[in-house]
């Protein structure tokens, strides 16, 4: 039986159905189709703005400026985008004046031998540092771009974690251009990449700098776990030997000993900063800014928000959580579902 024949597109030399190069022309007979890449982040910018005017109660505004005081429209409180399962929500809090948090999410699709690659990164601003949130949206934005570059590229979720770190910490570095080092933009900066093969294993790795988390939180019976350790003087306390609940531990829960901006370390993260797991069977994976974990530290409690619920859903739940039970810091949450296979 003859095989089915064709022609070359680049010299027309008859060729066969299975031939992958033309022996003609040595030209490719297919197309490899490459990878398709999606991303979004949080806090979006030119959302409509709705509402008085928060200092006065103005309902006039010219060019985004309040006719009555001249102060300039806020932007809206929370913001949430989704891209696949994953799920970003940001809000400003109850007590800051604006939202020094980011959040940003990307997906690679088209990738021989695999399911969806997924990437996420949650930033904090130094609040001491002179406007943080530059660096927050840079480092995110960077970082996931990052993954995604070595996702594409078949990378497996270390080294897209690792090269994430390091576009991070130049972006976080240069958004503080100009500035003095000393005071420049600098934030916390915790990512995931998520890599799932055809064949169902799913591998996860998380890398952070500062203290925001990462939580994988596995259906029942598999107990929920943090991922991360914060680089904090409170855990630095602890790790010597201090109780939890000492004043020492307390106080310094939330000065931090690494951060990403101009002045930090040209390698901010530590080797131990990195973390890679065999998720198995289904769950949610969980970053979020101190916003969250302040109300809510422990592994188990945030998992009782997310079992059994729409990423969406639990997201809403949790940020709307922090906000009742205080509300003092931006809140920023990253929702992930996954089972068998992303």
Known sequence: MTEEQGTCPKCATPVGKSDRFCESCGGALFEVPLPTVSRVAVPRTGLPLEGPCADCGNDDFSDGYCTGCGHRRVE???DEARLG???LATDRGLHHARNEDAAAAGMVTGVPGRCDSLAIAVCDGVS???EPQMASVAASKAGVEGML?????????????LAGLAEATKAAAEAGSGMDPANAPSCTYTAAAIVANTEGRVEITVGSVGDSRAYWLPDLPRLPQ????????????MTAGAAADSEFVLRGAHTITRWLGADSDAKPW??????????????????????????LPDA??????????DPTAAARALVEHALQAGGNDNITVAVVPIGGTI
């Open 300 to 309: 188990a409690d945030i998992a009782r928000f997310c079992a059994g619920n």
């Open 270 to 295: 530590s080797d131990s900063g990195l973390t890679t797991i065999t998720a198995v069977g289904p769950g949610s994976l969980l970053l979020c800014s101190d916003g969250l974990w302040n109300y």
């Open 76 to 78: 809206p409180d929370r």
């Open 226 to 237: 943090q991922l991360t350790v914060d680089d904090s003087v409170a855990q630095e306390l």
């Open 128 to 130: 001491t540092s002179v």
């Open 149 to 161: 570059a070595s996702l594409a590229a078949a990378g497996t979720s270390h080294t897209a974690v």
């Open 85 to 87: 399962v994953m799920v």
